[in-house]
């Protein structure tokens, strides 16, 4: 059983910063990439940042310069760095990735449930 949580959201005001968590748990040999996702209330899921397992971050242009993926990740989890909020972040973030089982020869791509992020205006 593999499992992925996102934590760290929450309501904050415009031009603040929230750090989100994803940590992936269970029968794991190894993760490749990971990515960060959202989808805003009405709207469809679009990808916002994610790193590869060599490291390489990358960010949507809608982000760019206020969200980052830290380098200091602890094994196993892998946190998105946000600044500058706007209200049209307001959304429900995903962490998705790429995860090897024990005993299992592929990538699986997995997703945690989401942690609502809300920005004030």
């Known amino acids: 059983q593999v499992r992925l949580a996102e934590s760290g959201g929450g309501l904050v005001q415009s031009g603040g910063s929230l750090r989100l968590t994803c940590t992936a748990s269970g029968s794991i040999a190894s993760i490749g990439d990971w990515n960060w996702y959202r989808q805003p209330p009405d709207g469809q899921r679009e990808w916002v940042a994610g790193i590869t397992n060599g490291g390489n971050t990358n960010v949507a242009n809608s982000v760019k310069g206020r969200f980052t993926i830290p380098g200091d990740n602890a094994k196993n989890t892998v946190d998105l760095q946000m600044s500058t909020l706007k209200p049209e972040a307001t959304a429900h973030y995903y962490c998705?990735?790429?995860?090897?089982?024990?005993?299992?020869?592929?990538?699986?791509?997995?997703w945690g449930l989401g942690t609502q992020v809300t920005v004030s205006s």
């Open positions: 998705n990735a790429d995860i090897r089982r024990f005993n299992d020869d592929y990538l699986r791509n997995d």
